[in-house]
């Protein structure tokens, strides 16, 4: 059995668990010195032009590290961590990317929190160092005698020991609270500019849900005019033949009509692939899962389909499912008709709040969004459920597209 007071033992542990977060803000810090430095080169690159195309790319690493550092802050605060929505910054022309950098405000905030951080990470972590030796020479000696005391206190009156922090280790926490706190509430958007980003984001998936829903529509008219309403009239034209060919021609007014059950059974193929377009019949008789498998059976290229959690339990949302089935089909359409990959894979992974789709190939990349490969049609479809769009193809390959959608199930 240790001979160590309890409530020594349990100040230094609950010192070691803060001292570690101030610890490793140490390194973090100078990680944030340099990035200060090179945050400050790319804007005096780019404002010289020649540096345009480097800044989307730090915007990129800032964001990472800002990341980083609020999901450490908040698991020492003991709060949910929820991803920062950042506006995308891949698949568009430069001088959007660099447009939509230079008014995030969450860029802006990400940037001045590096010179506070590498200032404060490295006065905090060495005055943690400097409080070890202190504290537990100083707790050391008290808590043990407070210890005994507490025992003997409780032995004569029945009541248990008080819990006991200790007087200096327990600066520990109080200095990592502290640098969670500001970390938290520098990089963290309030409420007011939230909302406001927030009410953004809705006007902008509005307005490209409308767009998308409108470009349906004029699909679905486009379809059924061009294809089951033009067989439709060939259809009637050829029974109107064959009723006015049956009294004098019987075996003509028979060829007329052998073409008419031709054409009508062509109008009903046109109009189940119109259907389908809709909503598939696949996803409503065999869930996400069966119908994602269909298509991937159905591409020329290999596809490997790897599904975790949308078999079991409750189904997803029908908009949900349908959301994600379009999203795959326009992704293996485009990896079949336009990368030249070899192989692809397609995994789904459903968590109690989140639907994660990933699709990707081996193919020569540099997927467009402004190409017309349907990218577009992705970010917006995925945008008006509230979910998030990533799109990396670099020329040479691989792509990669990963949505993510919110299902709260």
Known sequence: MSTTPAPLTVAIRRSWDASRYLFIGVPVAL???????????????????????????????????????????????????????????????????????????????????????ALMGNVLGYLAMVLWPVGLLVDGAALSVV????????DEYG?????????????????ADLSASWTRSLLTSSPSTALADRIAQLTESRAGAVEAHGAELRRIERDLHDGAQARIVALSMRIGLAKQLLDRDPAAARIRLD???????????????????????????????????????????PVTAEI??????RRLPAALEAAAYF??????????????????????????????????????????????????????????????????SPTGGPTHIEVELPCGS
């Open 31 to 117: 990680l944030a010195y340099v990035g200060t430095f090179l945050v400050v080169a790319a804007l005096m690159f780019a404002a010289v032009i020649i540096g345009l195309p480097a800044l989307p790319e730090a915007a990129k690493m800032l964001r990472r590290f800002a990341e980083f550092e609020r999901r450490r802050a908040a698991a020492r605060l003991g709060v949910p961590f929820t991803p920062t929505p950042y506006p995308p910054l891949d698949g568009a022309e430069l001088s959007e990317r660099v447009r939509r950098v230079l008014t995030d405000p969450t860029v802006w905030r990400d940037a001045l929190w590096l010179p506070i951080q």
């Open 147 to 154: 210890h005994l005391l507490d025992r003997r206190a409780a």
């Open 159 to 175: 009541a248990p020991p008080p819990a006991r922090q200790g007087w200096m280790l327990r600066w520990h926490c109080v200095l």
């Open 259 to 301: 073409e008419a059950q031709d054409g009508a059974e062509a109008a009903l193929a046109e109009l189940r692939h119109v259907v389908r377009g809709i909503h598939p019949p696949v996803l409503t008789d065999r869930g996400l899962a069966g119908a994602v498998r269909a298509l991937a059976a159905d591409v020329g290229v």
């Open 308 to 313: 975790d959690g949308v078999e079991d339990g």
């Open 327 to 392: 999203v795959i089909a326009e992704a293996l359409t485009n990896i079949s008709k336009h990368s030249g990959a070899t192989a692809a894979t397609v995994r789904i992974d459903r968590t109690p709040c989140t639907l994660r789709v990933a699709i990707g190939d081996d193919g020569h990349g540099g997927a467009d969004e402004r190409a017309g490969s349907g990218l577009v049609g992705i970010r917006r479809r995925i945008a008006a459920l509230d979910g998030t769009t990533r799109i990396n």
